[in-house]
């Protein structure tokens, strides 16, 4: 069972990047799929989540208009399209699986907005 982020980086404030998150070892589409973030000395803090057919999204009032997430359950992969960035986006990005009381969390990818 694996969950395994990529896409993070460094970029400039008003800048865009896509996460990735490759699952394998579960039944994804069965899966509600969630993006967490945590900043450095803040507890983490949910961003986004997809239903497991993709047909309802939520947001974070912070990241709201801003962030999109998405999933493609024929790769096992979802996805963060985060624009317009801000400094205070940086933080490790979590991907996150949920079906009933089971749960799998990723290992991070770092994220740092910063000119």
């Known amino acids: 069972v694996q969950l395994v982020e990529s896409g993070g980086g460094l970029v400039q404030p008003g800048g865009s990047l896509r996460l990735s998150c490759a699952a394998s070892?579960?039944?994804?589409?069965?899966?509600?799929m969630s993006w967490y973030r945590q900043a450095p000395e803040k507890e983490r803090e949910w961003v986004a989540t997809?239903?497991?057919?993709?047909?309802?999204?939520t947001y974070a009032d912070s990241v709201k208009g801003r962030f999109t997430i998405s999933r493609d359950n024929g790769k096992n992969t979802v996805y963060l399209r985060m624009n317009s960035l801000k400094p205070e986006d940086t933080a490790v990005y979590y991907c996150?699986?949920?079906?009933?009381?089971?749960?799998?969390w990723g290992q991070g990818t770092q994220v740092t907005v910063s000119s």
């Open positions: 996150h699986a949920r079906e009933g009381f089971s749960q799998r």
């Open positions: 070892g579960f039944t994804f589409s069965s899966y509600v």
């Open positions: 997809i239903s497991s057919a993709g047909g309802s999204t």
